[in-house]
T-cell receptor
Framework: EAGVAQSPRYKIIEKRQSVAFWCNPI?????LYWYQQILGQGPKLLIQFQNNGVVDDSQLPKDRFSAERLKGVDSTLKIQPAKLEDSAVYLC??????????????FGPGTRLTVT | GQNIDQPTEMTATEGAIVQINCTYQTSGFNGLFWYQQHAGEAPTFLSYNVLDGLEEKGRFSSFLSRSKGYSYLLLKELQMKDSASYLCAVRDRSGGYQKVTFGTGTKLQVIP
């Protein structure tokens, strides 16, 4: 079974530039998550999709971050314009959805973003 | 919201046993996960508890007490490759959907 795919793996941009990340979840996983992980901290949820609908984007800085999940499969996360504090690893994860199962999350390798 | 607390760092000796604690506060508890994250890599799933008690999986065990808002991850026969961060994550469904919140992680260093 293929895992969660992400690209690019690394990105270096200057502040005020824009950047986009792509994620392809595990086939059949209805729930998709984007996390921001700053060095030394735990993953912080930015946005959670169930199929192609947003269920939680309460911690997404909507003035500069946007995300979409077209057709309930692939997803893109965009930052425009980037700030120095956006330097982090952006992790995509997916899981099955439902009521009472384990439904652990499977993570992609992440994109390490450096903003200079 | 949720409040998850775990120690920032721990050091243990190869071959020993280490216990990593996690305390949490949440209104709609629906499960607790432990993930392992090696430096520069993505988190990987270790264990899941939703009922009180101990779940054993090889060298790793996880315990949950829902009434105390407390869990621990127990690692036995420590190996050098166990040096990693261990993330406690709590699932909550008080908002009408399943939401998972991660703690800041405990960085474990195993020394010879």
């Amino acid at each position: 079974e293929a895992g969660v795919a992400q690209s690019p793996r690394y990105k270096i941009i200057e502040k005020r530039q824009s950047v986009a990340f792509w994620c392809n979840p595990i086939s059949g996983h209805a729930t998709l998550y984007w996390y921001q992980q700053i060095l030394g901290q735990g993953p912080k949820l930015l946005i959670q999709f169930q199929n192609n609908g947003v269920v939680d984007d309460s911690q997404l800085p909507k003035d500069r971050f946007s995300a979409e999940r077209l057709k309930g499969v692939d997803s893109t996360l965009k930052i425009q314009p980037a700030k120095l504090e956006d330097s982090a690893v952006y992790l995509c994860a997916s899981s099955l959805a439902g009521g009472s199962g384990v439904y652990e999350q499977y993570f992609g390798p992440g994109t390490r973003l450096t903003v200079t | 919201g949720q409040n998850i607390d775990q120690p920032t760092e721990m050091t243990a000796t190869e071959g020993a046993i280490v216990q990593i604690n996690c305390t949490y506060q949440t209104s709609g508890f629906n499960g607790l996960f432990w993930y392992q994250q090696h430096a520069g890599e993505a988190p990987t799933f270790l264990s899941y508890n939703v009922l009180d008690g101990l779940e054993e999986k090889g060298r790793f065990s996880s315990f949950l007490s829902r009434s105390k808002g407390y869990s621990y991850l127990l690692l036995k026969e420590l190996q050098m490759k166990d040096s990693a961060s261990y993330l406690c994550a709590v699932r909550d469904r008080s908002g009408g959907y399943q939401k998972v919140t991660f703690g800041t992680g405990t960085k474990l260093q195993v020394i010879p």
